[in-house]
């Protein structure tokens, strides 16, 4: 079994990329697959905490790689979902303690044994950026229909190519239709355009993530959830399934469609 | 022998009434409880001794039986007329045994995310451990604020090494070579302060008294 590395990036912070590994994650997860997620952010580690799995922390990569601990014994096992592993950054050291070779190297062992590694990217372009991207061989990036996020993905699209990581995909976060509809914020196509990558999805901004990120649960798991069926269907994609992008239109309701069927007639 | 253990809804009672001496009291705590094989961990008890008369010291030698099955002391119920040994001399110290260090290291601000201290003897922090930072110890650990991060006392190996804090929260603690972390989904709000110690193979937090 030789599984697919993908890291998630995004240049600029505050755009989503822990959310959207920890998602991603846990979505592959629900359909079988067996995930492994690596918080390559070394200082500020956050991905343990939106998985909810803080508490259970005794050894962590940097560990790993100084030999303190075998691999096996530094993975977390999900709470929740039967396959689904977090491998935890360390919060005391900085970026310089794991090189980009071992980095390489551990992601290869883990592809052995897991069908995906969803590498969490620090904010930034240097050393914690270089870590993460060594040994993926696949990227994500993440961007906010914001200039300032656009034109970072820009700058980052143009380190993963330098890298020789070739065709990475655009996630677009926190996308408000009913804002896009009236001009106030650019839309997918304008975005794509800037970028002129592949689209890999659209997650519509939603209140609860910022619920389910302080509860440590990942939103996936709510059924009602309009990000969560937004990164479901993102999981499909990335196992390669077609699944059409979703509409942006945010009004779903009944009451709503009522109305556009009532304007239609008329 | 009409000793008996009732569990009267989450609390239990000890009905240690028709023995007549403490030596036969404490004996029959011990035999009852080493039956109880750690289930009953956490359990408030009270204990009937009826026509007896105890002092403050046979009062804490019980509840350290109790404390050594995971069992709080809640009280104790009697029949004899009331002791007056009561406010006696204030030599007695609930808490129980405390390993000694020659070096201890005292501490005047919070440690934050990311900060982690080592101490080779005790460390006393006056100021929060946040979530996220760390304090290693040799010896004893005391926090005057909140420990909410991660704390390892008896870091060489000693397991009668404790962590004590005014507000006991944290995410994970250590003594020696055991870890344990909070229970999952429950919120436990506990307004006084606590101490961590090993007591029958497991860490178990008890009220601090002082």
Same mark, same amino acid.
């Given at each position: 079994m030789k599984g697919r590395a993908l890291v998630i990036t995004s240049g600029k912070g505050g755009v989503g990329k822990t959310?959207?590994?920890?998602?991603?994650?846990?979505?592959?997860?629900?359909?079988?697959?067996?995930?492994?997620?690596?918080?390559?952010?070394i200082g500020l580690r956050n991905l343990d905490v939106v998985m909810g799995l803080e508490n259970r922390i005794v050894f962590d990569i940097v560990d790993v790689v100084n030999g303190n601990c075998k691999l096996k014994q530094a993975l977390i096992k999900d709470k929740r979902f039967e396959g689904l592993f977090l491998l935890p950054a360390a919060q005391t050291k900085d970026k310089t303690a794991v090189t980009p070779h071992q980095m390489k190297n551990l992601v290869n062992e883990l592809r052995k044994d897991f069908d995906f590694v969803l590498?969490?990217?620090?904010?930034?372009?240097?050393?914690?950026?270089?870590?993460a991207i060594s040994g993926a061989d696949h990227a994500i990036v993440v961007a906010t229909p914001e200039v300032s996020s656009v034109r970072d993905a820009d700058r980052i699209i143009g380190l993963l190519e330098a890298a020789g990581l070739n065709g990475?995909?655009?996630?677009?976060?926190?996308?408000?239709?009913?804002?896009?509809?009236?001009?106030?914020?650019?839309?997918?196509?304008?975005?794509?355009?800037?970028?002129?990558?592949?689209?890999?999805?659209?997650?519509?901004?939603?209140?609860?993530?910022?619920?389910?990120?302080?509860?440590?649960?990942?939103?996936?798991?709510?059924?009602?959830?309009?990000a969560g069926a937004a990164y479901r269907r993102i999981a499909r994609r990335i196992t390669g399934e077609e699944v059409p992008i979703l509409s942006l239109d945010e009004s779903n309701n009944f009451v709503d469609r009522f109305k556009k069927i009532l304007k239609l007639a008329r | 022998m009409s000793v008996t253990v009732k569990n009267n809804g989450g609390e239990m009672i000890i009905d240690l009434k028709p023995l007549k001496d403490f030596a036969e009291i404490k004996k029959e705590l011990d035999r009852r409880l080493g039956f109880s094989d750690g289930f009953l961990i956490g359990?408030?008890?009270t204990v009937d001794i009826g026509e007896i008369n105890l002092n403050k010291e046979q009062i804490g030698e019980i509840e350290e039986i109790l404390l050594s099955y995971g069992l709080h002391l809640k009280g104790l119920m009697s029949n004899g007329p009331p002791s007056d040994t009561k406010e006696s001399d204030g030599n007695t110290h609930f808490l129980g045994h405390i390993p000694y260090y020659q070096e201890? *290291?005292? /501490?005047?601000?919070?440690?934050?995310? #990311?900060?982690?201290?080592?101490?080779? %003897? !005790? *460390?006393? /922090?006056?100021?929060?451990?946040?979530? #996220?930072?760390?304090?290693?110890?040799? %010896? !004893?650990?005391?926090?005057?604020?909140?420990?909410?991060?991660?704390?390892?006392?008896?870091?060489? %190996?000693?397991e009668t090494a404790v962590i004590s804090a005014y507000r006991l929260n944290p995410t994970q603690l250590r003594i020696a070579n055991h870890i344990t972390r909070p229970p999952d989904g429950e919120e436990i709000v506990v307004d006084c302060p606590e101490v961590a110690r090993i007591r029958a193979g497991k860490v178990i937090i008890e009220k601090l008294k002082i």
């Open positions: 959310t959207t590994t920890a998602n991603l994650g846990t979505a592959l997860a629900m359909m079988g697959k067996k995930i492994v997620l690596v918080d390559s952010d590498v969490d990217c620090p904010a930034g372009i240097e050393q914690g950026f270089k870590n990475p995909q655009l996630l677009v976060n926190r996308l408000r239709g009913k804002m896009v509809k009236k001009g106030d914020m650019m839309n997918i196509e304008d975005i794509v355009d800037i970028l002129s990558i592949d689209l890999l999805g659209v997650v519509p901004e939603d209140e609860s993530i910022v619920v389910s990120t302080n509860r440590g649960e990942p939103v996936v798991i709510e059924t009602t959830s309009r | 359990t408030q008890v201890t *290291v005292l /501490i005047c601000r919070h440690l934050r995310s #990311g900060q982690k201290f080592f101490g080779e %003897g !005790n *460390v006393v /922090i006056l100021g929060d451990v946040n979530p #996220g930072a760390e304090i290693v110890a040799g %010896g !004893n650990i005391l926090v005057m604020g909140a420990l909410k991060g991660m704390a390892h006392a008896g870091v060489f %190996g000693d």
